[in-house]
């Protein structure tokens, strides 16, 4: 038996129908650029994620340094940022001429961990970018009560997490704007690039509005120096066709996780994910940890399983952050996480016997360890 790390076929395949019906619909109209569709999906996905205002964009990336730009961070700035992440979140602050500023994770949960902030502030720091990693939802509550405390912003980045929860508050809601995206692999994923950016704050969605387009509002009319990073009328279309089904999607998620949860413990030093009390996970991904990391990843792949590495190179280890010059042991936790962590299967309608067959290959290697 074959298992891919993903399939999107249990998702697409029953949407086939209304999917090519949706972008039949654009073509027809000939209007593929900020039109009806990028507006219709706007406000679904804000309603959604109950907040005023969506501004979809051209990606993740896009989304997270459009919110950036919109409070205005610049040289000089420091915004602090999880030393475990993708590297997309370190690089919207460079974007900016700011300095990323890394704080370690909980090394139970893998996200951002509150009680390490304090320590990381100085006088240039502006912000803080939680990073709900892997589909659970970062502890919001001392995030934002250290953000207060030293008079910063939050920004979150909730790329994995759509409708993931903290204390009842969606992921993408408690920051003073946030960013999400809509790649092919998210939980709620485009047929390509596209992004999100979510607040309660009309200064800045207008602000992100004309940022995203040339910086206009009205055609021809500059009013700052823009960018061009609109979502797509095509993309917003499969958007909205598939945003009915994110919560049916995540449960079937959550299920999956129950289900590798019940046969996967107590393996060896598999380490399995752990939820922080009052927040919940929709399981973008699902990451267990080993020592024996790299040879339990040989073993599934010859039993014709699918794995990846999320991530394997800590951001401050990067080439491209090598000016910042930090030494290898000074972040221990990313690095341990980037040594040993390895993301199973997982997609919405992941059969039982696919789960079971993973869980028994990986029984079987801890059965020779």
Known sequence: MRIPFLSFSPQHDPLRADILAAIAAVYDKQWYVLGDQVKAFEQAYAQFNEVQHCIGVAN???????????????????????????????LAVSFMGATPVPVEPNP?????????????????????MPVHLYGQACEMG??????????????????????????????????????????????????????????????????????????????YYNEVIGHNSRLDELQAAVLSVKLPHLLTWTRQRQEVARLYNEQLAGLGDLVLPAVAPGATHVYHLYVVRTHHRDALQQHLTEQGIGTLIHYPIPPHRQ????????????????????????SLPMWPGMRPADISAVADAIKSFFAGH
Do not use: C, M
Not at 85 to 90: F, G, K, Q
Not at 108 to 128: F, H, M, Q, S, V
Not at 194 to 213: C, E, M, S, Y
Not at 324 to 336: D, F, K, M, S, V
């Open 319 to 342: 080439e491209a952050y090598a000016h910042l010059q930090i030494p290898a042991g000074a972040y221990p936790l990313a690095e341990e996480l980037a040594a040993t962590s390895l």
């Open 108 to 128: 139970d949960t893998y996200n951002l961990d509150p009680t390490r902030l304090e320590a990381a502030i100085t006088p240039r720091t502006k912000g803080i």
């Open 142 to 219: 001392p995030i934002l009560s250290v953000a207060q405390k030293h008079g910063l912003w939050v920004v979150e980045d909730n790329a994995q997490s759509q409708g993931a929860q903290w204390e009842g508050g969606l992921t993408g809601s408690f920051g003073a704007v946030n960013a999400t995206s809509f790649y092919p692999g998210k939980n709620l994923g485009a047929l390509g690039d596209a992004g999100a950016v979510t607040t309660k704050r009309t200064d800045l969605a207008t602000r992100i509005q004309t940022l995203r387009n040339y910086g206009s509002q009205r055609k």
């Open 60 to 90: 993740g990336l896009d989304a997270l340094h459009l919110a950036l730009e919109a409070l205005q961070v610049g040289t000089g700035d420091e915004v602090l940022v999880p030393s475990n992440t993708y590297i997309a979140t370190w």
